[in-house]
């Protein structure tokens, strides 16, 4: 990816409420010495950004398919003893107990990729984790 398209992961659990959006700016940009974004061949994107300075997101995947056949993937933490501290206090204790959630990323250019998550493998307040079948 190049340019200047910003992306934001949006976050919400049951009813379906807004939890949280994250802000992931990086589009052109390296993170390390690598692009932060890259082409997964014709498939779709990967982000990857080892410090998690966007807002603690660390990693998303993006993969394209015929309808109900694309993955998002979004991967964000803190750990202070990297100096890690920029995901947002309290989301997963707001998901603590949810029955699923919802991901969605929006572009700048207007694209948007999302998926329901009903498989809460993890809510116990201090770790959230939900995959789709």
Same mark, same amino acid.
């Given at each position: ?49 080892? *410090? #998690?300075?966007?807002? &603690?997101?660390?990693?998303?995947? =993006?993969?394209?398919? +015929? ?5 998002? !993937? ?34 700048? *250019? #207007?694209?948007?990729? &999302?998926?329901?998550?009903?498989? =809460?493998?993890?809510? +116990? ?5 939900? !995959?789709?079948?």
């Amino acid at each position: 990816m190049s340019g200047h398209t910003a992306y934001n992961v949006c976050l919400y659990g049951d009813g379906p409420t807004l939890i949280g959006t994250y802000s992931i700016a990086k589009a052109g940009q390296v993170c390390g010495t690598k692009a932060c974004w890259r082409a997964l061949a014709t498939k779709g994107y990967k982000y990857f950004d080892k *410090d #998690a300075g966007s807002d &603690g997101i660390f990693k998303i995947v =993006v993969r394209g398919g +015929d309808s109900g056949v694309g993955s998002v !993937v979004v991967k964000g933490k803190n750990n202070s003893s990297k100096g890690q501290t920029s995901l947002p206090m309290g989301i997963a204790s707001v998901l603590s107990g949810s029955s699923e959630a919802i991901v969605q990323i929006i572009s700048s *250019d #207007a694209d948007c990729f &999302g998926s329901t998550l009903p498989n =809460v493998k993890r809510a +116990d307040g201090s770790t959230f984790k939900a !995959v789709s079948p």
